[in-house]
């Protein structure tokens, strides 16, 4: 890097590369005796130490250099649960040099495709559980060269795949594998790993990792502002690993000796209730959704989960009655707010030392929180000024740091994009998130640009409908959604899913909103529906964009007051 002036006194510091390696070196050297542990489903679950899983990393790098040819910045992509071999290929890939591309399973298979094919993967990891999935893609993806299998799976179903792959066996391609790898290199600035996001808008677009920004973003991840956790701690990782590398996790854990435990593909509600009972994890980390089924669970077969006392819980706005109900089962919910574009880390909610214990702690909670230092955030308004942090004006979110992506993946020797309305000119990423910011630096998010209800020139909050709807004590999930109106240009639409056995009639409903939710008149809905389930995206979060097209073709069964 050239100095600006010729004789700038010049540090005396180290410039040792900030790299997914030394993470790796350190869980292991430092951290050895923690534990990844991976429930399978019957019977004892799978226990493996850092250090363990640090040398089966290294055999990984062995098998996937000697004997698949991995080189230089090849895409070796996973499309696995949270599990401990997940764990050592996060560790293995970017320390080689490689890129690790984590595939989201829940995707539609076209869009896998169009993922794969454009990341050109050489590898695909995959759990043996996800064959049914990727087995029927396969002939679409010619750069896919071998797939290695890991966990129970009917293998099988990769012999009518029609596709060139060589298979191997994850544990056979390890085993007596040399158990240190002389590591290359780095530059810090270098890919570690790549993460497309959901696509909800138009093709996934590709956010690429380097070393520097997931060890900075671990450092933070760490820190006692966001999630403070060390080796006294367990944290229950149900954040899929293939979500913004599992908001951080794996990362910060063999950073600092954190215990984890994976649910691999036991993701309902009855068995998280079960691990959390038998393993005590302390802390646990998943979007509301999530929570909402857990709660439920532990409503109807309570169990003893005293040992989870912090959950953090971002991905979408959390309801203010689900951080109440956590509260009551004496688990304290961390609202963070994040996006794949910035690793996910971006703002947590924890209240100024000045309001503990005061009347005004709860209203802190449930804002988005604050920034670390790492990142900046501006508001922008409507005609592209720069509005105050008054608690009041409200704009679109940019933001900028450390971690905090500045373009988009393009494809193999290509630039990547730098989109004008998703950056702007000045560099910062445009959230497309809608909120405002408090002089003492808490943002609150208000809506999603593109969910925010446009009524007669005034904005509605979607989502400010929505937690006051899922208050009530009948409803178990609303979604509210803008439909096109001929008076007001938009309007809202309520769809609610009723409790189990709960009845409900929509004039109360919407007394309700008025009496106890504080919704001003003109924002209350006159358009409702009743539905069996709230569409999700592949995250978990509610999919606003199949409710408006079911309302547009005449597919919900709309009640008018
Ligand atoms: P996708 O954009 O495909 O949903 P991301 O996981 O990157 O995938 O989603 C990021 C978005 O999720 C943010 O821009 C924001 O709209 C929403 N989000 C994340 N955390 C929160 C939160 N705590 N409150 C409200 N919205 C949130």
């Known amino acids: 890097m050239s100095l600006p002036w010729e004789d700038a006194v010049l540090s005396t510091m180290q410039d040792v590369p900030l790299t997914v390696t030394r993470i790796l070196e350190h869980g292991v050297l430092v951290h ?47 499309l696995m649960w949270n599990n401990a071999e997940h764990v050592e290929a996060y560790f293995a890939i970017p320390s080689m040099g490689a890129v690790l591309h984590t595939l989201n399973l829940r995707l539609p298979a076209e869009q896998l495709v169009w993922i794969v094919n454009h990341a050109a993967d050489k590898i695909v990891i995959v759990n043996g559980s996800l064959l049914p999935l990727l087995a029927p893609l396969l002939a679409k993806l010619p750069t896919v060269e071998h797939i290695v299998v890991s ?43 790549m993460c497309y996001t959901s696509g909800t808008t138009g093709d996934p677009k590709g956010v690429v990792y380097s070393h520097r920004s997931i060890y900075l973003h671990s450092m933070q991840v760490n820190m006692a502002e966001s999630m403070g956790l060390t080796d006294e701690d367990t944290t229950l990782v149900v954040v899929p690993q293939f979500h913004v590398n599992a908001w951080g996790l794996p990362h910060a854990t063999f950073m600092t000796g954190i215990n984890m435990l ?42 003893d989960v005293s040992s989870l006392t912090q959950v953090s819980v971002g991905g979408s706005a959390c309801p203010p009655s689900l951080m109440r109900a956590f509260d009551d089962l004496g688990m304290r919910i961390c609202h963070a707010w994040g996006m794949t574009e910035t690793s996910p880390l971006g703002t947590m909610a924890r209240p100024p030392a000045h ?76 959230t497309g998130d809608v909120g405002t910011i408090s002089p003492d630096g808490f943002l609150t998010l208000t809506d999603r640009a593109k969910d925010v209800i446009k009524s007669g020139g005034e904005w509605i909050s979607s989502v400010e409908l929505e937690n006051a709807l899922m208050s009530h004590p009948a409803v178990a999930e609303a979604a509210v959604v803008a439909v096109p109106d001929d008076k007001w240009g938009e309007r ?9 056995g709960a009845t409900a009639d929509f004039d109360a409903l919407r007394a309700f ?16 529906t009743i539905i069996e389930a709230v569409p999700k995206t592949s995250v978990g979060k509610f999919d606003k964009k199949v409710l408006r097209r079911q309302y547009a073709e005449g597919e919900l069964d709309v009640t008018r007051l």
């Open 32 to 78: 050895g005796r923690s534990r990844i542990t991976t429930w399978t489903g019957e019977g004892e679950p799978q226990r493996r130490s850092f250090a363990e899983a640090g040398t089966r990393a290294v055999q990984l790098a062995h098998a996937l250099r000697d004997d698949l040819g991995v080189r230089g910045d090849d895409r070796v992509a996973t």
């Open 151 to 193: 966990g129970p799976g009917d293998r099988s179903l990769l012999d009518a795949a029609g596709s060139h792959a060589r298979v191997h066996e994850y544990e056979e391609l390890i085993a007596d594998k040399p158990t240190t790898f002389d590591w290359p290199e780095l530059d810090e600035r270098q890919a570690a790993a």
């Open 262 to 303: 994976m649910p691999d593909r036991f993701l309902q509600p009855a068995p998280l209730a079960e691990m959390i009972e038998q393993e005590k994890p302390t802390h646990a980390a998943a979007v509301p959704t999530i929570w909402r089924g857990l709660l439920a669970e532990l409503t109807a077969r309570p169990r």
């Open 355 to 430: 309001a503990l214990g005061t009347d005004e702690e709860f209203g802190y909670r449930l804002t988005q929180g604050r920034f670390p230092a790492g990142v900046e955030g501006r508001l922008i308004g409507p005609g592209g000024e720069r509005l105050p942090w008054d608690g009041e004006s409200a704009g679109e979110l940019e933001v900028r740091g450390n971690w905090i992506a500045g373009s988009y993946y393009n494809g193999p020797d290509t630039e990547p994009l730098r989109l004008a309305d998703k950056f702007s000119e000045d560099g910062w990423l445009k």
């Open 492 to 500: 809202p639409l309520a769809t609610v899913v009723l409790k189990e």
């Open 513 to 528: 909103l008025a009496e106890e939710g504080n919704i001003a008149k003109w924002q209350l809905p006159e358009r409702w």
